[in-house]
C-alpha cells in the first residue's frame, strides 16, 4: 500500500506557480521521498527526490517539513506541458528505490 | 541514449492466446522492472532484476505470467494463456542503482488488450 496521500486532482493557470502537497506521516528515518510525473500515454517521469532538505532542480522544487511528515513539490511556472498525475512516492526499502509503490497521484491540471 | 525501448506499443489478441512484451533497458543499468497500468488498481510492479537476476516477484499476479532476462540489453515478460482482466498497459524501467534514490527510467510501455 503507497504511504502517502495526496489531492486527487489540482488546477493552475499557466504561468503561475503549481503547489503539488503530500502527506507521508508515517516516514521513517531513512526513508526517501520521491516525485515522478505521468503525462498521459506515457511512461511516469522522474522530477525529483529528497531525504530531509529543500531540494531544486531545473524541473522543480521538493519542500519538506522538518518532522518530514508532508512535503510540497513546487513547480515554480506551470506550462500546459505540465498537466499530468503527479506522483509522491515514499521507498519501500532502506533508502532505495527497487520497491517503489505508486499511489494514485494527483491529477494536475494547468489552464491557459 | 534512445531511452529503455520496449515492444510492442500495441497488442490486441485473443483469450488463451500467448502474449510476449518485450525490453531494452539503457545501456549500462543494472536494474530492469516491470511494471502494470490498470485504471482500477493503478501501477503495481510485478517484478524486477539486478543483474539479469530475478530479485523480488511477489507481485507477479500468477503462474501464467513469466519474466525472463536472458542478457543485460534484454528481458521478456510472458503471459501464457492470456486473459482478458491481462489487458493493461505494461511498463519497463530500468536504473543504474537504487541505493541513494536511483532515477528509475520507464518506457513508453505496451498496452495489451485481451478479448
Known amino acids: 500500500d503507497a504511504k502517502t496521500t495526496q489531492p486527487p486532482s489540482m488546477d493552475c493557470a499557466e504561468g503561475r506557480a503549481a503547489n503539488l502537497p503530500c502527506n507521508h506521516s508515517?516516514?521513517?528515518?531513512?526513508?526517501?521521498v520521491y516525485w515522478y510525473r505521468q503525462i498521459h500515454s506515457q511512461g511516469p517521469q522522474y522530477i525529483i527526490h529528497?531525504?530531509?532538505n529543500n531540494e531544486t532542480n531545473e524541473m522543480a522544487s521538493l519542500i519538506i517539513t522538518e518532522d518530514r511528515k508532508s512535503s510540497t513539490l513546487i513547480l515554480p511556472h506551470a506550462t500546459l506541458r505540465d498537466t499530468a498525475v503527479y506522483y509522491c512516492?515514499?521507498?519501500?526499502?532502506?533508502?532505495?528505490?527497487?520497491?517503489?509503490?505508486f499511489g494514485k497521484g494527483t491529477k494536475l491540471t494547468v489552464n491557459p | 541514449d534512445a531511452g529503455v525501448i520496449q515492444s510492442p506499443r500495441h497488442e490486441v489478441t485473443e483469450m488463451g492466446q500467448e502474449v510476449t512484451l518485450r525490453c531494452k533497458p539503457i545501456?549500462?543499468?543494472?536494474?530492469l522492472f516491470w511494471y502494470r497500468q490498470t485504471m482500477m488498481r493503478g501501477l503495481e510492479l510485478l517484478i524486477y532484476?539486478?543483474?539479469?537476476?530475478?530479485?523480488?516477484d511477489s507481485g507477479m499476479p500468477e503462474d501464467r505470467f513469466s519474466a525472463k532476462m536472458p542478457n543485460a540489453s534484454f528481458s521478456t515478460l510472458k503471459i501464457q494463456p492470456s486473459e482478458p482482466r491481462d489487458s493493461a498497459v505494461y511498463f519497463c524501467?530500468?536504473?543504474?542503482?537504487?541505493?541513494?534514490?536511483?532515477?528509475?527510467?520507464f518506457g513508453e510501455g505496451s498496452r495489451l488488450t485481451v478479448l
Open positions: 524501467a530500468s536504473s543504474f542503482q537504487v541505493d541513494v534514490g536511483g532515477e528509475l527510467f
Open positions: 529528497g531525504l530531509k
Open positions: 532484476f539486478n543483474n539479469n537476476v530475478p530479485i523480488d
Open positions: 512516492i515514499v521507498s519501500d526499502a532502506q533508502g532505495g528505490s527497487e520497491k517503489l509503490v
Open positions: 545501456s549500462g543499468h543494472d536494474y
Open positions: 508515517t516516514i521513517s528515518g531513512n526513508e526517501y
